[in-house]
């Protein structure tokens, strides 16, 4: 049994190419040049003091194992991947760029300037960058030393490159590229400016949010729950701290080393369903009614089911706070793990702290063990919409998971759950965050005119040098072109 805490035992050094305060890799190698390893391991310590102050993830092994299957490089070059939701992505355009000029048509460590060091996990530090010829994009690279890990945190590494490279939703990372260099991983996924939600918690009086805040995190992880649990992903590691905030103030999971994959035999369920509740808002796209069937009040409605009912695995792996009473026991936990740690989740966004903390992790575990099912406090917060969060919260912290909410429906039963009633599932990604002190809430299509005023700019000074190269004439040019083009420019942005 082995206990692995978050704090810095990946000891890689980068050393790099400095040019005012920019990190490069070098031009010509894509390797150990660039990344060198040594044992020491203060380096970047003050960056990532967020890692020592979060809970930490624990992993007690119980002889059970994840899957290890290189999903992204066949060899140890990298492979570029092209996601159809976001193939109109900005990010995309800059590595399609890089890439359509490299000799070999793919993405290289060279091609690549580290701007700044963002933190250090289980598993290796992760570096702000960005394409050397294309400043439009900023990216994460996750940098694992493989040689510095055991076999057990490689495996960890397989799952989360595997899962990355299935995944394609907005909530969560896209994998632009997997870079395999000599003893050296590296993944280049979004980069999250926000922080993480725990900072954000941190930040707020008595650590916790409003309803209107909780409600609108809560559903989103909700959703990139629904997404993860739909390819068969329990996740296992659900915290604020693993919800990274984008730049437009909505969320993006991260840390998928700690999840295990299982089958998941999509299904519709039928359901009675009273007229008088609104359905056309509910249970997402994936709803529809059957009106052959309506009878007075009541309607049946098929509801799209997509959960792994029978993962089983027996490792003890999340964080102490979070787990579920069957994790603790380690006779084995499905899918289930995931809906209580959202009910955690939801009592640490409304109440600044979890409900099953004591003084130690020990004592948390064992509050855990022995808990009868939750009962909030309810003198604590009283205010509109506190009755359904609370009762929320008392579904998923069942002890039962045959019992608990979304644990045999799926998310669309939490969903459903009165706690988000009003909320549009299909529209979620297009709602605007709520107001909350410290989170960034910049409109991604500002940063996306930006990219592509600038994409304009080099498209005609490309087309300008042809026609130089083609005689056109150069003054009948320049005062055409270029006036049509800020004419251009001009009369997009003003709308
Ligand atoms: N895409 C990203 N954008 C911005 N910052 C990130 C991103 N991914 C990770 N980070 C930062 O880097 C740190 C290390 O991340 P990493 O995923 O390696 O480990 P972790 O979150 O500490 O979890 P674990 O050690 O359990 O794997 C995080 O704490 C986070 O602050």
Request: with cysteine; hydrophobic share 35%; aromatic share 10%.
């Amino acid at each position: 049994m082995s206990l692995i805490t978050n704090n810095t035992n990946t000891n890689l050094t980068p050393s790099f190419t400095m040019d005012e305060n920019t990190f490069f890799f070098p031009p010509d190698s894509d390797l150990d040049l660039s990344f060198t390893s040594t044992t020491t391991d203060r380096t970047f310590a003050s960056s990532s003091a967020r890692t020592s102050l979060a809970r930490s993830s624990l992993t007690l092994s119980f002889n059970d194992r994840l899957s290890t299957a290189s999903a992204t490089a066949a060899d140890s070059s990298t492979a570029v991947i092209r996601r159809p939701h976001r193939s109109s992505d900005p990010h995309w355009s800059a590595i399609k760029a890089a890439t359509t000029l490299s000799s070999d048509g793919r993405l290289h460590l060279r091609h690549l300037k580290l701007l700044r060091h963002l933190g250090t996990g289980n598993l290796g530090r992760v570096f702000l960058c960005r394409l050397r010829d294309y400043d439009g994009a900023n990216f994460a690279l996750k940098v694992v030393d493989k040689d510095l890990l055991s076999a057990k945190k490689l495996s960890h590494v397989e799952t989360e490159a595997e899962i990355l490279h299935s995944l394609d939703h907005p909530f969560l990372p896209t994998l632009y590229a997997r870079i395999d260099v000599s003893h050296y991983t590296c993944l280049l996924i979004d980069y999250c400016p926000g922080g993480d939600l725990h900072s954000l918690l941190c930040k707020q009086p008595a650590n916790r949010l409003s309803i209107q805040a909780a409600r609108f995190f809560a559903a989103e992880v909700l959703v990139a729950l629904e997404y993860l649990h739909a390819l068969g992903i329990v996740y296992r590691d659900l915290k604020p701290e693993n919800i990274l905030l984008r730049e437009d103030g909505h969320v993006m999971l991260s840390d998928f080393d700690l999840c295990f994959k299982a089958d998941v035999a999509p299904k519709f369920e039928y359901r009675a369903h009273l007229r008088k509740v609104k359905s056309k808002s509910k249970g997402s796209c994936f709803c529809y009614e059957s009106r052959s069937s309506s009878k007075g009040k009541e309607r049946v409605v098929a509801e799209f089911v997509a959960e792994p009912i029978t993962a089983f695995s027996r490792s003890c792996v999340g964080t102490h706070e979070y787990l579920a009473p069957e994790l603790v026991s380690g006779n084995g936990h499905g899918n289930g793990v995931d809906w209580w740690a959202f009910g955690v989740f939801v009592y640490e966004l409304l109440y600044g702290t979890t409900p099953f903390k004591g003084c130690n992790k020990e004592s948390t575990l064992r509050n855990i063990a022995s808990s009868k099912g939750m009962r909030c406090h309810v003198a604590e917060r009283e205010e509109a919409g506190m009755g359904e969060a609370r009762d929320l919260i008392e579904k998923l912290l069942v002890k039962d998971p045959m019992r608990r909410l979304g644990c045999v429906r799926g998310a669309s039963e939490v969903k459903r759950h009165p706690f988000f009633d009003g909320i549009k599932w299909p529209l979620i990604r297009i709602y605007k965050p709520p107001e909350v002190r410290g989170l960034m809430r910049k409109s991604s299509r500002s940063h996306i005119s930006h990219v592509t005023n600038k994409r304009r700019r080099w498209w005609w000074k490309g087309l300008e040098y042809v026609m130089r190269k083609k005689g056109a004439k150069s003054s009948l040019f320049s005062n055409y072109s270029n006036s049509n083009y800020y004419q251009y420019v001009n009369s997009h942005k003003v709308k």
